[in-house]
């Protein structure tokens, strides 16, 4: 009894929490209010405010699921044993893919982060350092092993991915005329050609 009694509350919290997301993208933190996301999960407020004590409760805690969800998403491409290029097209795509499977919740985690509690806004801050760490690592590694050219700026470099690969949440419509799979690998390849020493090589395993 205890274990169903414990199923049907995560159930509803996952209810408030995928409501609040909902809400969060289609109008903005500040202009979504509790009873509204209570409304939205099919949820009273005696239970609504059970499982979340606040809105920006809902928000903090979505940014910290999806933030650990890129992080063990790039940590498997930062153990492979795949080239540094393989890597870096493999976070492109991981990125990209997010934007499809996860729109909502993207959406909320670049657009609305200013809204977070200072301390969650701290613990984030700090996770998406891990983020930027990991893609530095590989960038790192290119330039050790000679694969990618002479002179690039790590950071620079990241930032110019990651801005690439954000933004397409604000234009990217499942419908639209590519696909996501097909948006990543243009992207790959753009990267890729801006980054490898010489022309860009196939990808495949193995150091470059």
């Known amino acids: 009894m205890a274990d169903n ?36 999960a099919g949820v009273g407020q005696s239970s609504l405010y059970h499982h979340a004590r606040s809105k920006g409760q809902l928000l903090s805690e979505l940014h ?3 933030v650990q969800e890129i992080i063990g998403l790039l940590e498997a491409i930062v153990e492979s044993q795949d080239a540094p290029s ?8 991981a990125l990209l893919t997010m934007v499809h499977t996860h729109r909502a919740v993207v959406t909320v985690y670049l657009r609305e982060s200013y809204a977070l509690p200072v301390e969650a806004r701290k613990k984030v801050g700090q996770e998406r350092k891990k983020v930027d760490s990991m893609i530095d690592l590989i960038l790192k590694r290119g ?17 110019a991915i990651l801005g690439m690969c954000n933004w397409a949440y604000q234009w990217y419509q499942p419908n639209g005329p590519q696909t996501i799979a097909e948006i990543s690998a243009y992207f790959a390849d753009l990267a890729e050609a801006a980054v490898v020493n010489g022309r860009p090589r196939k990808s495949g395993k193995g150091g470059g």
Do not use: C, Y
């Open 86 to 93: 393989v890597q870096l097209r493999g976070v492109i795509t």
């Open 5 to 40: 009694h414990e199923n049907d509350g995560n159930q509803v919290k996952e209810r408030i929490i995928r409501a609040a997301t909902e809400l969060f993208m289609e109008r903005g933190f500040s202009g979504t209010t509790v009873r509204e996301i209570g409304d939205r």
């Open 64 to 66: 910290a699921r999806h």
């Open 143 to 159: 330039l050790e092993s000679g694969e990618f050219r002479p002179g690039l700026d790590v950071r620079l470099t990241r930032r």
